[in-house]
């Protein structure tokens, strides 16, 4: 079973919050980002950022829960809810959880972090999410992130047939150390069946008023 050890942090940025439908085929014209990372792939909503992380001192500091490098995380989430939906979010209300997956463990029926039902409404929710992989793919096979809305990344099949293209899928780079990704808490989330290893992987999920 993932382990999952949660600290909650008791400013706000955007506009009143009117939930649309995800638009998965927008393009976005605009460009707000820091200088961190190597590589860039954005689907709709979503965005992964290789190299976020680039030395061990940095993710190590990241596990320890080191507010300069959440703070890092913290900005490139609020240039990217500027640049797309703009959510009404307080940055200094964020839940920390480090992730932790063992041989065995699976999680392949995403959820997300947030769903929208009679009992929530006008409460704080989780508007962005973030995941931060903290061990490298020496240390696993299996364990893949998995996205309801974003595809695993392309492929040939043992025909040698393409399954997939780059324009729609993840990167490949995706499940490396260091690499940052970044998606609205509402889209569902997972891993693939860890074969053997294990992971370690931060998640914050940024929170700000309710839906409308």
């Not at 690499?179 to 569902?188: H, M, Q, W």
């Amino acid at each position: 079973m993932v382990k999952i050890f949660e600290e909650d942090k008791p400013h706000l940025s955007g506009r009143s919050d009117i939930l649309n439908d995800v638009n998965k085929d927008e393009n976005l014209n605009q460009s707000l980002e820091s200088s961190r990372g190597t590589q860039r792939k954005s689907y709709g909503y979503f965005l992964a950022i290789q190299n976020f992380f680039e030395t061990q001192q940095e993710i190590h500091d990241l596990w320890q829960k080191n507010r300069e490098m959440v703070d890092y995380i913290a900005n490139e989430v609020g240039y990217w809810n500027e640049e797309t939906l703009n959510f009404n979010i307080d940055w200094n209300d964020y839940t920390f959880h480090s992730l932790e997956g063992f041989e065995a463990d699976i999680k392949d029926n995403p959820k997300p972090v947030h769903s929208i039902h009679a009992r929530n409404l006008g409460q704080t929710c989780a508007k962005w999410t973030a995941i931060v992989n903290c061990s490298g793919r020496d240390d696993i096979q299996g364990g893949e992130l998995i996205f309801r809305d974003w595809k695993d990344p392309a492929r040939r099949d043992n025909y040698g047939k393409a399954v997939g293209d780059d324009e729609t899928c993840q990167p490949q780079w995706i499940n490396e150390l260091g690499t940052l990704i970044i998606f609205p808490s509402i889209g569902a989330h997972g891993h693939q069946l860890v074969v053997s290893g294990g992971f370690r992987r931060v998640q914050l999920d940024f929170k700000g008023p309710s839906f409308k």
